[in-house]
């Protein structure tokens, strides 16, 4: 009888314990979550460029071949602008939440650090977590530089938008045909950040996932 006292409380204790230890999410799971937001970004920012070359083309059918009805010609540009405003919603979106789940996950991997006691392992994955850090904050502000050229394009094809649908003549594609031949100027170098932007989500997302060390 006084055996199974005495042991009741321990087992209780073991119960106790097993139930925090099983609580605690590892913290890879983090480093997973934040990989896929990345990849998921990677493919928003390709689908980007697409309707980037979709409202620039559709601008410039409009302006150097009208033709005699020129609202289906405009429907088609403001649809392809509309679209693109929409993948730069869903692209900001995502990389704000890839920012808060890196900093979660950067966060988890110091509370590990703190719980090491072999000194030589500590500062073998302390010098990791600096390289690995290093790098997402690299992307980050290349994310930061890619969206801050975007933006001007992203307003001036707006602003064509606006224009043309008050004055959808003739005399109104004259109007604007030099905007339209700066816009896609300008979508060259935007485009081609965005394309190396998406190459590094894509790649930095498959480093921290654990589904990706054999591929």
């Known amino acids: ?3 199974t006292q005495l042991l009741r409380p321990l087992f209780t204790l073991t119960v106790v314990a097993g139930l925090i230890t099983g609580c605690a999410s590892p913290n890879y799971k983090k480093g997973a979550s934040t990989a896929v937001t990345m990849d998921e970004s990677s493919g928003l920012i390709a689908i980007g460029n697409t309707r980037i ?3 620039i083309g559709s601008l410039n059918d409009l302006v150097a071949t009208p033709n005699p009805d020129l609202r289906p010609q405009f429907q088609r540009f403001n649809t392809a602008v509309h679209d693109l405003r929409g993948s730069a919603a869903d692209i900001a979106g995502k990389a704000a939440q890839m920012k808060i789940q890196g ?3 950067f966060a988890g991997w110091d509370r590990e650090l703190a ?3 072999n000194e030589d392992i500590r500062s073998r994955s302390e010098t990791r977590r600096n390289e690995v850090a290093a790098r997402f904050d690299r992307i980050s ?3 930061d530089y890619a969206n801050t050229a975007f933006q001007p394009l992203l307003s001036d094809l707006r602003d064509v938008e606006k224009f043309l649908s008050t004055d959808l003549t003739t ?3 004259v109007a604007v045909k030099s905007v339209a031949a700066k816009a896609t100027a300008d979508a060259i170098p935007v485009k081609e950040s965005l394309a190396r932007l998406s190459e590094e989500f894509k790649n930095f997302g498959v480093s921290i996932s654990p589904t990706s060390a054999s591929k």
């Open 1 to 3: 009888m006084k055996t």
């Open 103 to 105: 900093a979660e996950y």
């Open 141 to 143: 502000l290349q994310y």
């Open 171 to 173: 005399g109104g594609l």
């Open 53 to 55: 070359d979709e409202s």
């Open 115 to 117: 719980k090491m006691a």
